[in-house]
């Protein structure tokens, strides 16, 4: 498979950034160009942090794919656990993966990348494939300069949500 040009994809959101750094049409945009540009991908998008209740959650954000679900808690599944630790998640095969969350039963490896606002995580990158083992260290090292650049471009204006 011809790994992605990540640089590109970095460059891509810096450009998508210039026209308007709010995350809601940033993110929207990020999803439809990650979801364009790798292969075998069957979900592409963000949760982002929900602060409306004492206890702290993701809340499903802008993506690309099938119907998902809506809340997830933080340590939660993949996502709630790259959130809750800070740590990305590269997950060769979902099923053994301790409470792994299946939104949609095509999914087989993902990947989960924490972003920040502020010093804080305010919220996921989330990228699922029908493949087994779909993601290689390359692909998170490449996904982790797309999440460091939305880190340092997104307007996060708003987030997390509050009451
Ligand atoms: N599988 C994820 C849930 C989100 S969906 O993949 C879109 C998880 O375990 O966190």
């Given at each position: ?103 949609d039963s095509a999914s ?46 997104t307007d996060f204006s ?6």
């Amino acid at each position: 498979m011809t790994q992605p040009d990540y640089q590109l994809l970095c460059a891509q959101v810096r450009s998508f950034a210039e026209e308007d750094p709010h995350w809601l049409p940033l993110l929207s945009n990020v999803s439809a160009l990650i979801m364009d540009t790798l292969a075998d991908l069957n979900w592409a998008g963000f949760y982002l942090r929900d602060a409306r209740t004492d206890e702290q959650t993701l809340l499903l954000g802008p993506f690309q794919g099938k119907v998902a679900c809506v809340h997830i808690a933080f340590d939660k599944g993949v996502c709630g656990t790259a959130a809750a630790a800070d740590q990305p998640q590269l997950v060769p095969n979902v099923h053994e993966f301790p409470g792994h969350i299946a939104c949609d039963s095509a999914s087989n490896s993902e990947v989960v990348i924490p972003l920040h606002a502020s010093g804080q995580v305010i919220g996921v990158l989330d990228i699922d494939s029908p493949l087994f083992n779909r993601f290689t260290a390359e692909d998170s090292e490449g996904l982790k300069a797309v999440a460091r650049t939305l880190d340092e471009v997104t307007d996060f204006s708003g987030l997390p949500l509050t009451k």
